[in-house]
């Protein structure tokens, strides 16, 4: 079946980095584009960047700008999100996300990752 | 903060309806853009609940139903009922960025 398996829980002090993977399976990974959206505890859904898993061309949101890194494995059908410099608003469940139309790079989003619980504290 | 502006929170007794809006702009739903509905149960990730304004994917019961007119959009929930309780998000693009709403509660009394 389709779906997406985000690596485990972290922890990590201010200044330091992450890197969260999301691994896909039962489907063509080159064909379908990967986002990543984030929610801070209590809060709603915020978009981060997108990552085409065939070209491995990027886009992200300017408030990431410069912060964040999204790259891809097609050997074994991984994206990854890393996000630097982090600080305690960082705190968040990360998720990935797959977009349902094949070759489309913003439309609905039909396969979601499980999250990845990142807690940025001292 | 988001473009697309949604009611904090809805509530309904079993079997009423409900219905959710999502206020945007001439930039993003105003555009053409379509807009796609999402239902986030306490702890988990969010799912689909609609696509393209009003298609459900298959799964999702026929209860909910979604509309776009100019630059809002609009879920409705009919027969509401006790699983029906949850967070429910907006989504559609604006300015070449994806952009979610601010996410409504809904209560079922």
């Known amino acids: 079946q389709v779906q997406l398996v985000q690596s485990g829980a972290e922890v990590k002090k201010p200044g330091a980095s992450v890197k969260v993977s999301c691994k896909a399976s039962g489907y063509t990974f080159t064909s379908y584009y990967m986002h990543w959206v984030r929610q801070a505890p209590g809060h709603g859904l915020e978009w981060m960047g997108i990552i085409n898993p065939s070209g491995g061309s990027t886009s992200y949101a300017q408030k990431f700008q410069g912060r964040v890194t999204m790259t891809r494995d097609t050997s074994t059908s991984t994206v990854y999100m890393e996000l630097s410099s982090l600080r305690s608003e960082d705190t968040a469940v990360y998720y990935c996300?797959?977009?349902?139309?094949?070759?489309?790079?913003?439309?609905?989003?039909?396969?979601w990752g499980q999250g990845t619980m990142v807690t940025v504290s001292s | 903060q988001s473009v697309l502006t949604q009611p904090p929170s809805v509530s309904g007794a079993p079997g009423q309806r409900v219905t959710i809006s999502c206020t945007g702009s001439?930039?993003?739903?105003?555009?053409?853009?379509?807009v796609h509905w999402y239902q986030q149960l306490p702890g988990t990730a969010p799912k689909l609940l609609i696509y393209g304004n009003s298609n459900r994917p298959s799964g999702v019961p026929d209860r909910f139903s979604g509309s776009k007119s100019g630059t809002s959009a609009s879920l409705a929930i009919t027969g509401l009922q006790a699983e029906d309780e949850a967070d429910y998000y907006c989504q559609s693009y604006d300015s070449s960025l994806d952009v979610f709403g601010t996410g409504t509660k809904v209560t079922v009394l």
């Open positions: 001439s930039s993003n739903i105003g555009a053409g853009y379509d």
């Open positions: 996300a797959r977009v349902g139309q094949a070759w489309e790079a913003h439309d609905a989003f039909d396969i």
